[in-house]
């Protein structure tokens, strides 16, 4: 082995770290079978990335938790999600599959949903050429008004199907709704299930029976118990956050308690990388967004907003370092972001920096990112870069 060969293989530390917790995950996926019942399937939701978490590191422990069903947005994140399975499970496309993709999904057993009736034909001549059937979940829509098969192209989805049953599988009957996590949107909701409902007595009449009954994602599955049916698409309950404040309070209320069941699975970390002080009149970072009203004491912490931390936190960000909360101060760069530590003398260089997670007695949450911005606590994970690694830990 050569020298280089040698510094290559070395453990290289990165500028920041996301831990995924295995313990965590099995507490949550414990809480939610047990929450929805034995007849309930789980399909985990790992689109954008495992919501961040990473579909590579994702998967594999979600698998060791049971879990046998994962829904993904585009096909590319399903061939992702199919390399890192150590078993056989069920890979279900809820949104984008290009037609020319179609033998790709069909030919890797992929289940994917139908929401325009154009698609079916082209199903049909790729099933020929693969000599597979086409594993489809009908969508429809109910009133979200985004993608879903109108009654008028249900009918002619329907007549298609009745005319070239030897190339489809009709695995599932789905819907989305529009906002489950606020109570605002609760007479749309009920119009919805009833619009689902219908529906499907209808196809049945038609002779089709799909072989699920699938509507609830996170949300709905806690305000909406009913729409649970036969699978809950589950994503960002899983990873240990509740959709909505509104939806904690439901379930809390719901259920007399007022304990959190549900664990964060991700901590992100850094390090210090340069402390230096700061006399009293001085500007901290770019421009003049913060003057120093005293002499200051200053670490550098190599993040920024091309790592996933938002430039809006400029001046209001928090973070943990030595078992205290820190404000970051001055603009967030591309790269680096600067936090106070006057009055922690003992920080030294290389000490962990925790942007989410929990040092000693104190956490920082993703919804503290979104008090200080106007980001949702999906888009704060989804938005976490993939190069960031991603560490599996007990």
């Known amino acids: 082995m050569t020298k280089r060969t040698k510094i290559q293989n070395k453990l290289m530390h990165y500028p920041s770290v996301i831990e995924l917790s295995k313990s965590a995950l099995e507490n949550n996926f414990r809480f939610l079978h047990d929450y929805y019942g034995e007849d309930v399937r789980i399909s985990s939701v790992v689109k954008a990335n495992a919501y961040g978490h990473g579909i590579r590191e994702f998967v594999p422990i979600a698998e060791s938790c049971g879990i046998d069903h994962f829904s993904v947005f585009s096909l590319d994140e399903a061939m992702q999600v199919r390399s890192a399975l ?12 290009d037609p020319a993709d179609l033998e790709i999904a069909i030919a890797e057993e992929f289940e994917f949903f139908v929401f325009e009736p154009d698609v079916l034909p082209l199903a049909v001549e790729a099933s020929k050429k693969i000599g597979k059937k086409a594993k489809i979940h009908l969508e429809i829509e109910t009133g979200m ?13 329907v007549k298609i199907l009745k005319q070239n049953p030897e190339h489809f599988i009709i695995r599932g009957l789905c819907t989305h709704y529009a906002g ?9 909701i009920q119009k919805q299930v009833k619009n689902y409902n219908r529906t499907y007595k209808w196809l049945a009449r038609q002779g089709i029976v799909p072989d699920i009954m699938h509507t609830a994602c996170s949300a709905a599955s806690v ?23 509104e939806t904690f309070i439901y379930y809390t209320h719901g259920n007399h308690t007022n304990h959190n069941p549900l664990s964060h699975v991700i901590s992100w970390k850094s390090s210090v990388m340069s402390i ?29 907003y091309s790592t996933g931390y938002s430039r809006s936190l ?11 909360r820190v404000g970051v101060v001055g603009m967030v760069n591309m790269n680096m972001l600067v936090i106070d530590i006057t009055g922690i003398e003992e920080v030294q260089l ?12 104190q956490e920082i949450t993703v919804a503290s990112f979104v ?3 106007d980001q949702l606590n999906y888009e704060v994970l989804a938005r976490l870069p993939q190069n960031i690694p991603r560490i599996v830990v007990d």
């Open 86 to 97: 150590k078993n056989h499970a069920d890979v279900m496309v809820m949104g984008w599959v």
């Open 145 to 157: 008004n985004r993608t879903g098969l109108t009654p008028v192209e249900l009918k002619q989805s």
């Open 180 to 188: 489950a996590e606020s109570i605002s949107n609760y007479f749309r």
């Open 223 to 245: 305000a909406y118990p009913k729409t649970r049916m036969d699978m809950v698409r589950v994503g960002i309950l899983q990873y240990g956050f509740w959709p909505s404040p």
């Open 276 to 304: 230096k002080r700061v006399k009293s009149g001085e500007f901290v970072s770019y421009g003049t967004t913060y003057l120093a009203k005293e002499d200051m004491r200053i670490a550098i912490v190599p993040a920024g």
């Open 314 to 324: 400029s001046n209001q960000g928090r973070v943990l370092i030595r078992g205290h």
């Open 350 to 361: 290389g000490d962990e920096v925790v942007f989410i997670g929990c040092q000693g007695d």
């Open 371 to 373: 008090e200080f911005s």
